[in-house]
């Protein structure tokens, strides 16, 4: 009886899995990922690259924002109707992550793509503060 339930859990949770990214396919037919985020994208490229940065496509489900010579590099990573942005950086060879997860991404709005870039801003922006002040702090 227990293995049944067991079963029957597990094949649910598979089921969604499934069903979700075949959600991601449709999402994804018409549109690459990039376009798909693009406020997102361009928001951050202005703001850590004055807009010279480029994708590079890693998949279908993910890239990267970047600039050559630049001390930083921006994941997208779009899975199961989530999207998970990491920012990375360094500062004096010292590199610091910070990671943001929109549960539920499959449909925003120009708007909400944009409010989602600005609260990422302001906590990259506080990050960067503490981190450059730790690493001064060591390096004295």
């Known amino acids: 009886m227990i293995w049944a339930i ?6 649910y949770v598979v089921f969604r899995f499934t069903v979700s990214l075949n959600k991601d396919n449709e999402d994804l037919m ?4 990039p376009e798909k985020f693009s406020v997102i994208v361009t928001a951050f490229n202005q703001a850590a690259f ?7 496509v890693l998949d279908k489900r993910e890239f990267n924002l ?6 930083q590099i921006i994941n997208f990573q779009y899975g199961t109707g989530g999207l998970t942005l990491t920012w990375k ?8 992550v910070h990671k943001k997860v929109i549960s539920d991404a499959r449909n925003l709005s120009i ?14 922006m506080i990050v960067m ?3 450059k002040i730790d690493v001064l702090g060591a390096a004295l």
Do not use: W
């Open 6 to 11: 067991l079963i029957a859990i597990v094949g």
């Open 30 to 33: 018409h549109q690459s990922l």
């Open 50 to 56: 004055q807009g010279l940065g480029a994708v590079t």
């Open 66 to 71: 970047y600039r050559n010579g630049a001390s």
């Open 89 to 96: 950086l360094k500062y004096f060879q010292k590199e610091v």
């Open 111 to 124: 708007f909400d793509q944009q409010k989602i870039a600005d609260q990422m801003l302001k906590e990259v």
């Open 129 to 131: 503060e503490k981190h």
